[in-house]
């Protein structure tokens, strides 16, 4: 029987306790409330969650994915390759740094690239592949690996870096996919660099924040290249905060004329706190998902697998499929669910559906596949929050207007 009682369920509040808020609260009476000891100590919890020598932090996973790309020395006459079916983030920071952007069509019925047309669209001019572990699920890295070494003989370094790996990079878009796991690999691990969001509506969040970690099998200097990064994201300031309060101190250099993407302690003591919580919030969204999978599952909706023996995603969102409904009718669904007052979402929109990459000559005719996905793709509320019976109600009013589709 659907609940009568009219409830309001947000799509993804963010899941704060007191601790964060006291730590929050210590780090504005330390005195540091910029980049300090708190973000370098989540630095290094970071690091040991995802079982990598080194994380840096930044003021959010569009910074770090961008500052990865000017690192490595991409640019003007690079081409840069991503998924179709993506936020603007995956694209906008291949147009920032002056390369070509490539997107790639998904697979049919997949939220993935489709593979094949990966290994075509790589040319000499590639210099990476931006992977997006959508909804938290990583993507298939053996095949991408596979590819990337199939193409090995097209790849022109332009710069020391790019000698080290001497084929196409592989950085990862894993925003929604920190604490996410493949084939016993932790998100992190994997892909050459991998970028991760702490934003306000992410499973882990900083209210803005994101950070980059990179592989420790491919010869990279850590300490070298943490100061990259750490110089990219504060002006070029040989010298942080941090570093300028030891006697005498004060003196600096610009090394060069860079960004200013830096995270704050503020920040950083926020995310202490999550990090603690993790595990926890972890299991209890694998919980709700597990609710919506048994109930919504028989009745033929398709959904995003998110687990299996060879996988475990983070399960950042609860993606869905309607089979056989148009672009309209999938938006008047959203428009009732909102009337009983749960809030739904689409995740995503595709690239060249969007004025910013019409005007960059991108066509959605040409991607097929992601704007089948599109059409009929549904996102319900999965958030921690959620107690079991704001699950059911959820259920209950998305049967209730599906019926009458």
Known sequence: ??????????????????AEIEEVIKAMKSGWITTGPRTKEFEKRIAEYVGVNKAACLNSATAAMELTLRILGIGPGDEVITSAYTY???????EHVGAKIVLIDTAPDSFEMDYSKLANAITEKTKAIIPVDIAGKMCNYDTIYEIVESKKGLFKPNNEIQWLFNRVIVMTDAAHAFGAE?????????????????HAVKNLTTAEG????????????????YKQFMLYSLHGQSKDALAKTQKGAWEYDIVYPAYKCNMTDIMAGFGLIQLNRYQGLLERRREIIEMYDRALLPLGIQSLQHYCEDFASSGH???????????????EIIIKMAE????????????????????????????????KQYVNEVTLPLHTLLSDEDVKYVVENFKKVLSGV
């Open 1 to 18: 029987m659907i609940d009568t009682e009219l409830k309001n369920i947000p799509f993804s509040p963010p899941d704060v306790t007191d």
């Open 88 to 94: 603007t983030a995956s694209a906008s920071i291949i």
């Open 182 to 198: 493949r084939k016993g690999l932790k998100c992190g691990k994997v892909a050459d660099f991998t970028c991760f969001s702490f």
């Open 210 to 225: 994101g950070a980059v970690v990179w592989r420790n099998d491919n010869g990279l200097d850590d300490v070298w290249l």
């Open 317 to 331: 969102l609860y993606l869905v499929r309607i089979p056989g409904i148009s672009e309209e009718q999938r938006n």
């Open 340 to 371: 009983a007052g749960v809030a739904c979402n689409v995740h995503y929109k595709p690239l060249p559906m969007f004025t910013a990459y019409k005007n960059l000559g991108f066509d959605i005719h040409d991607y097929p596949n992601a704007y």
